[in-house]
């Protein structure tokens, strides 16, 4: 995926596997690097603009599953074009108005420098504004998902909780996750890579459907 | 303008910079130890450092941080 933009020659943007591009950034809660974050995982998002309706909802519901994440060893880092100022003025105003407190820090990203490097902006949608982008990364700062929202939808708090649960089981079992997942439900087990691993592979113990999709319990 | 948690503008420790000064003169001298200490995420603490050190309040010495003669008398 290549983004041509006038103020670079040419940004690559990082995609699933690859170490995240650092960045130093002014944040809510200080100037902040990327690599400040190693050795958690790390939700990086985008929303369009401070004081707009769905990105209040979601730093909302941002907050109300900051400590899910916590006891996932994992981190919040919102970011818009807005300034820090900005972004200040309307956390007080989420906290004054409607009683919540937004924990995690917000980069203030007036110059585009991270959304341009993590390919926030989508000129068809918007030339100004992020969209709602989600990335989720792993205690060494690569990347292990990217959810892309368009302007108008709101994002699934319980999917994101979901993903980080998926990726960590895999990491921690070696295993796969089917569709519709969630934590307690059979996990798939890899499928065999050799004919004679494939014999076996019903003989295991596993609910095996056919020798290439089995299932365990964990 | 440049945001400084734990550094204000005046070049003065913040309430959470003098949290952190206090957390190194109690014995806590690496960035683990100081989150511990001071219940702040390791994002802040690593940051934190950067301003201390950068202020002269804290010095980097191998893998640990200690206070400057600078930082020591803020600390009592």
Known sequence: MILMEEKTDEIRLPLIGEKAPDFEAETTQGTLRLSDFEGSWL???????DFTPVCTTEFIAFS?????LKKRNTELLGLSVDSASSHIA????????MGVKIPFPIIADLNKEVSIKFGMIHPAQSKTETIRCVFIMDPESKIRTI??????????MKEILRIIDALQTTDEHKVATPANWNPGDPVVVPPPKTAEQAEERTKEGYDCK????CFKKL | MIAMPCVSADGKPTKSGMEMLSALKS?????????GATGMPMFRVR??????????????????????????KLVK
Do not use: C, M
């Open chain 1, 43 to 49: 939700v990086l998002f985008s929303h369009p603009a």
């Open chain 2, 27 to 35: 014995g806590a001298s690496t960035p683990d130890a100081l989150s």
């Open chain 2, 47 to 72: 940051s934190g450092l950067r301003q201390l050190v950068n202020a002269g309040f804290v010095k980097q010495v191998d893998d640990k941080y200690q206070l400057t003669q600078e930082g020591s």
């Open chain 1, 147 to 156: 959810l892309y929202y368009p302007l108008t939808t709101g994002r699934n």
């Open chain 1, 210 to 213: 056919d020798w290439y999709l």
């Open chain 1, 64 to 68: 109300e599953i900051y400590d899910d």
């Open chain 1, 90 to 97: 309307w956390i007080r105003n989420v906290e004054e108005k």
